[in-house]
């Protein structure tokens, strides 16, 4: 592949890789780095429903700050909370709010295997800025529902349900 042809651009402004605006780095990469512990990521796989709270991964805790569903031998879907807070200041309130990404290692070197799944409301496209899910909204992808059902400043609470 072409090392001068990295894209990082579906991860909006979520992670340092693609923008410097919400420097924080994705909980998938953090737990890539060490930086997450096994006891803060919930893995869910063969669950038909699940509810997980989950805190801001800019907060310094030990409790849980990522979701991953494995749906086959490569893929996953990732569920974080983000806010307004550590290294995310700059990150405005359409911004704020639980984030799904998918994680596809198929993806060639070079390209970034993670894309930011944005819900159907979404306008901002290029920058993903209003990717974020607000209370009780939900967004559908790879078989499963993701919904919002509590939010606040302690996180967001998502439900997880398996569909079709």
Not at 25 to 36: I, M, Y
Not at 54 to 80: N, Q, R
Not at 111 to 129: C, E, N, Q, Y
């Amino acid at each position: 592949s072409d090392p001068t042809n990295q894209d990082s651009s579906d991860l909006g402004v979520f992670d340092l890789m693609n923008s410097m605006v919400a420097p924080e780095l994705l909980a998938w990469q953090r737990f890539l780095l060490g930086v997450l512990n096994d006891d803060q990521v919930r893995c869910v796989a063969g669950s038909s429903i699940t509810t997980h709270l989950l805190v801001p991964v800019e907060k310094i805790t030990t409790d849980t700050k990522m979701v991953v569903v494995p749906v086959s031998k490569y893929k996953a879907i990732i569920v974080e909370s983000r806010r307004n807070l550590g290294y995310d200041t700059s990150l405005g309130t359409l911004s704020e709010g639980a984030i799904v990404y998918t994680l596809d290692t198929t993806i060639p070197y070079r390209k970034s295997p993670l894309k930011i799944v944005s819900p159907t409301s979404a306008t901002d496209l290029k920058w993903r800025r209003d990717s974020a899910l607000k209370l009780n909204q939900s967004l559908t992808v790879w078989g499963y529902k993701i919904t919002v059902i509590e939010s606040g400043d302690f996180g967001d609470v998502i439900k997880i349900e398996k569909i079709g």
